[in-house]
């Protein structure tokens, strides 16, 4: 009785790291949450006596479980490079250098989970084991079944293909969520500095007819202290999305698509954000919500 209670504190002590590492793998929380249950399991199955670091063990069972599940989403598919048997990987881990490293890992807030996807479900789980929650490659190695060099190589790769050494569309969209992300989250918490720092001194906004009151189009907000207090008045019901290929606000309350606001963003500021409710508009739109 002692015992079991011991792990379930033990376990419960581990669960918010866990559920972090699931669900930047997975880019879900329900699949994390189940990911993070199904090593509740096998923990009361194991022979936790044996077990001397129970986090670290917790931690390598969740990262099998999401690189099975990961690898299962592309079921049907062919293998990607990051997911091939060899060792034999071109590319020098020392690509980057730790600071560079580490502004990188920083970057993937929730909206950029979205971006994680373009890589392979080893690079994947390597670069979030290591750049994101710094496990060491010789334990990160047994986790993907290469070993510790391979698995500096496999991070080596995912930090070149997020950075668009591979993919420069792609960082356009990374940096592109980054700057949306933080518009979202200071409108939220009405930080109007933030706000401003996001916002080009020339900003404009342009509101359609649905948008504007008393339906006249081409409404417009200009200057980044006007658009500032706007938005710093708060954002309920906005989430971040991924319209047509580029970075995005939507508004969607309860889950219902009724509005875009497309960011035109130049050098990390928001220079441009039309405001869409036309629903036969939106409807043209090809949109991605974000969770968070």
């Not at 342009?206 to 504007?212: E, K, P």
Request: glycine share 10%.
């Amino acid at each position: 009785m002692i015992e079991t209670r011991w792990l379930t504190e033990q376990f419960e002590a581990s669960r918010p790291q866990l559920r972090a590492v699931a669900y930047r793998m997975l880019g879900s929380h329900a699949d994390a949450d189940d990911a993070v249950q199904e090593a509740w399991l096998r923990l009361n199955r194991a022979d936790a006596g044996a077990v001397e670091n129970l986090s670290g063990w917790l931690t390598t069972v969740v990262a099998r479980l999401c690189l099975d599940q990961l690898r299962a989403r592309r079921s049907g598919r062919e293998d990607p490079a990051g997911d091939r048997p060899s060792d034999e990987i071109t590319g020098s881990a020392d690509d980057f250098d730790p600071e560079q490293q580490t502004l990188l890992a920083e970057s993937i807030g929730s909206a950029l989970l979205v971006v994680l996807d373009m890589l392979a479900p080893t690079e994947r789980v390597v670069f979030v084991l290591h750049d994101i929650f710094a496990m060491p490659f010789d334990e990160i190695g047994p986790v993907v079944g290469r070993s510790s060099g391979a698995a500096r190589q496999i991070a080596s790769r995912a930090r070149r293909r997020l950075q668009g050494a591979d993919n420069a569309g792609d960082f356009g969209l990374t940096r592109g969520l980054e700057v949306a992300d933080a518009f979202l989250a200071a409108s939220r918490a009405g930080d109007f500095d933030a706000l401003l720092s996001l916002l080009d001194p020339n900003v404009v906004v342009r509101q359609d007819a649905t948008t504007s009151r008393g339906g006249r189009a081409n409404l417009k907000a200009e200057g980044a202290v006007s658009v500032a207090t706007w938005f710093s008045k708060g954002a309920k019901g906005l989430q971040g999305a991924i319209i047509d290929g580029t970075a995005g606000i939507v508004w969607a309350p309860g889950g219902r698509l009724q509005g875009v606001l497309g960011l035109t963003i130049t050098d990390g500021t928001i220079v441009e954000i039309n405001l869409i409710a036309d629903p036969e508009r939106i409807r043209k739109f090809d949109v991605v919500l974000l969770e968070g």
